[in-house]
Structure formats: C-alpha cells, structure tokens
C-alpha cells in the first residue's frame, strides 16, 4: 500500500496482542467485546492527539494558581457505524464520558458489497465539533465514505476515522477518497476476500459482538 500523510496505522505491541485474541475464532463474544472496547481506548488516546478542540482553565493547586490546558466541553461526537461501531462506543466514552453520539446505520449488500443507508440520527450542532467516526473494520472502504460523505453533507468539517482492521483497498480508498480525514487504523492486514472479508481478519465482527451467528 502507499504512504498517505493522512493514515497512521498503529501496529503498537499492546495492542498487537489483543488483536491476535481478538482473531481467534475460540474467543468468547465477552471477551470479544470487552477487547474491542479496551482497544478502541487505547487507540483514542493517541487519536486525539491532535484537532481537539481545547481551551484554557485557571486551577488553584495547593501551592499556586496556574492556567492548565483543557479539552473544551461538548467538542466531541461519537458516530458508530451501525452496527459493529456500536462496539467502539464505550472504549470512547471511558475517557470521554460526556461525547454525544450520532448513528448512521449502513448494511453492504453481500452480492455488490455496496453500502444502503437505513438510519442517521445525528446530534444537533454536530457541525462544529470533532466527530470521531468508528467501525471495527474497515474493507472495500465503501461504508466509511458513505458515512464521512454523509457527515460532511450535513457541514461536518473535523472528522476523524478509526477501524480496528483494515484491509490496504478500504484504506487507500478512504484515504483517497477524503484526503482532508485522517483515518486511524490498528493493524493493516493483507487483503480482502472473494466476498469482501479482510484476511486474516476476525471474522463478521457485528456477528461476534452481537451473537448472532
Ligand atoms: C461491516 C463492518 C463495516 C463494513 C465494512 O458491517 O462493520 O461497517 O462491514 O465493510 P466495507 O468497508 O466493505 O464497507 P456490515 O455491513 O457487515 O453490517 P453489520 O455491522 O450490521 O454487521
Ligand atoms: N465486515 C466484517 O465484519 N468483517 C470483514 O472482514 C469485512 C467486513
């Protein structure tokens, strides 16, 4: 895959670690989700160290008052793709407890593997704010450009992407397609299959959050 000034692909040996739980087709759906959960923290952390909104606040310590940097209050909006993004929340929320969350809900249709929209429900004033798209996976790269295509209709201008696996075709087409998004990814993997999963993968990650299969 090229280089692209607006991919990091964090290959950190934490979460390397989990990730290789994560794959292993005997973990349980808990400890898959509880993984997704812990990874998607640790990803956040470094993902907002940039463009986040902050501002300065006086703080009396027990020996002087000093000016201390701060994220600013409601700066942040969490949007999950449906469904496996819901997934991602919580990992968010832990250091973010306040952010809003929008849903934009996108299925692919598993012959065309083309994104359909079926609900978006986003917050008022989402427009201003740095929105944080989430999705575990990230394959052809159709629905994350549907869903950023989608926030920036509707005057989103700070948006950031996060999947926890991609494959180098969604990446590159994300990467491509929206130049000013940076998209954050935990590992690169080698490639997608004849019905668009990425090898080596996890598997249908909704299905093992969710139980369904
Ligand atoms: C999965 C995944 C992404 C999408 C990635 O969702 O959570 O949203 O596929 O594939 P793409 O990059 O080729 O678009 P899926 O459509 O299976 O829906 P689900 O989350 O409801 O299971
Ligand atoms: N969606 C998934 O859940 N897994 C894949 O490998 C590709 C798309």
């Given at each position: 895959?090229?280089?692209?000034?607006?991919?990091?692909?964090?290959?950190?040996?934490?979460?390397?670690?989990?990730?290789?739980?994560?794959?292993?087709?005997?973990?349980?759906?808990?400890?898959?989700?509880?993984?997704?959960?812990?990874?998607?923290?640790?990803?956040?952390?470094?993902?907002?160290?940039?463009?986040?909104?902050?501002?300065?606040?006086?703080?009396?310590?027990?020996?002087?008052?000093?000016?201390?940097?701060?994220?600013?209050?409601?700066?942040?909006?969490?949007?999950?793709?449906?469904?496996?993004?819901?997934?991602?929340?919580?990992?968010?929320?832990?250091?973010?407890?306040?952010?809003?969350?929008?849903?934009?809900?996108?299925?692919?249709?598993?012959?065309?593997?083309?994104?359909?929209?079926?609900?978006?429900?986003?917050?008022?004033?989402?427009?201003?704010?740095l929105v944080l798209v989430v999705d575990p996976m990230l394959a052809t790269?159709?629905?994350?450009?549907?869903?950023?295509?989608?926030?920036?209709?509707?005057?989103?201008?700070?948006?950031?992407?996060?999947?926890?696996?991609?494959?180098?075709?969604?990446?590159?087409?994300?990467?491509?397609?929206?130049?000013?998004?940076?998209?954050?990814?935990?590992?690169?993997?080698?490639?997608?299959?004849?019905?668009?999963?990425?090898?080596?993968?996890?598997?249908?990650?909704g299905d093992r959050l969710f139980g369904t299969k």
């Open positions: 895959m090229k280089n692209y000034s607006n991919v990091t692909i964090f290959d950190h040996p934490l979460v390397n670690h989990k990730i290789a739980i994560l794959r292993d087709e005997k973990t349980s759906m808990k400890e898959f989700r509880e993984l997704i959960e812990e990874i998607t923290t640790l990803m956040t952390f470094e993902c907002l160290r940039e463009g986040v909104p902050t501002t300065e606040r006086v703080v009396k310590t027990p020996l002087e008052t000093c000016t201390q940097r701060v994220v600013k209050d409601n700066s942040i909006v969490i949007v999950p793709i449906l469904r496996a993004g819901l997934g991602m929340v919580n990992g968010v929320h832990v250091l973010f407890p306040s952010a809003r969350v929008g849903h934009i809900g996108l299925y692919r249709n598993e012959e065309t593997l083309e994104p359909c929209e079926y609900y978006c429900k986003l917050p008022d004033g989402i427009e201003d704010k790269g159709g629905s994350a450009c549907d869903a950023i295509t989608k926030l920036k209709e509707r005057g989103c201008k700070n948006i950031k992407f996060m999947a926890v696996i991609g494959a180098p075709e969604g990446v590159s087409r994300v990467a491509e397609t929206h130049p000013d998004v940076h998209v954050f990814v935990s590992t690169l993997d080698r490639c997608l299959n004849e019905n668009g999963y990425i090898l080596p993968g996890l598997g249908d990650a």
